[in-house]
């Protein structure tokens, strides 16, 4: 126990314990469950990061306020929307993702059940750069190029530059069950996972948390883990990292 503690002391402080901007970090290693609001707070590269569930009534729309110009992420949970300014008309479903850089569209329930997705939004410590931001990406969850791998499936999703960061990266995984995503090991980059299904424990430090479909996992710089999925079945989930 407590080697456990001297390992997430240390994973939280890092290299930044004489620098002012550790004393703004809100944010711990842990799991959590899909409530309106998810998470909230700061990390050693982020100054904001807010994660909510959303929910959209049938024939309803979802709109930020004006003035939010964080970076945007939304992945689908369920039913299916539509992005007000895709000039394809494009909607997706489970799984489906958007990222903006800085403003994001109205988002529209189309059908007659309630859609929910992830909405991310962030803002780098170093400030942003408009004239880093791409394009729009837009995605389906069947469009994504699936690949096998030994322990079950590999999706690469996006790697681009945002107005924020100068870097994000995400890709999902599908593993077998009774399989190990790779040994416990620690990065630099700060990192997020989110489960579309499954059951698996994940190993953060020396504890072991239960996590399944709908949860959010938020690994900050340095901390060890790994996640194991049980042997009852396949498990899904994306993962997210960034450069800022």
Known sequence: MFRHLILFLFAAAGTLTANAQSEADTLTAGVFAPNPTVLQGATRDLA???????????????????????????????????IATDPAGKTLGPGGIGLFGSHIPPVINKT?????????????????????????????????????????????????????????????????????????????AEEILLLRSGNVRMHIGNGYIPAKGGDLVFLPSGVPHDLENGNTGRTEYFALQWEQ
């Not at 931001?133 to 190029?145: I, M, Q």
């Not at 999703?157 to 945002?162: A, D, G, L, R, V």
């Not at 960061?165 to 009774?178: C, S």
């Open 48 to 82: 904001s990061l807010d994660i909510r569930l959303i929910t959209i009534r049938p024939n309803k729309t979802f709109r930020l306020p004006e003035h939010d110009s964080s970076d945007h992420l939304f992945i689908v949970r369920n039913g299916s929307i539509a």
């Open 112 to 188: 007659k059940t309630n859609s929910t997705f992830y909405l991310l939004s962030f803002r780098s410590r170093t400030g942003a750069d408009p004239h880093r931001g791409s394009a729009a990406f837009l995605r389906d969850w069947p469009e994504l190029v699936m690949k096998k791998t030994p322990k079950g499936e590999s999706r690469a999703i996006f790697s681009q530059p945002t107005t924020w960061l100068k870097n994000i990266n995400m890709h999902a995984t599908t593993l077998n069950p009774g399989e190990i995503s790779h040994p416990q090991h620690m990065h630099r």
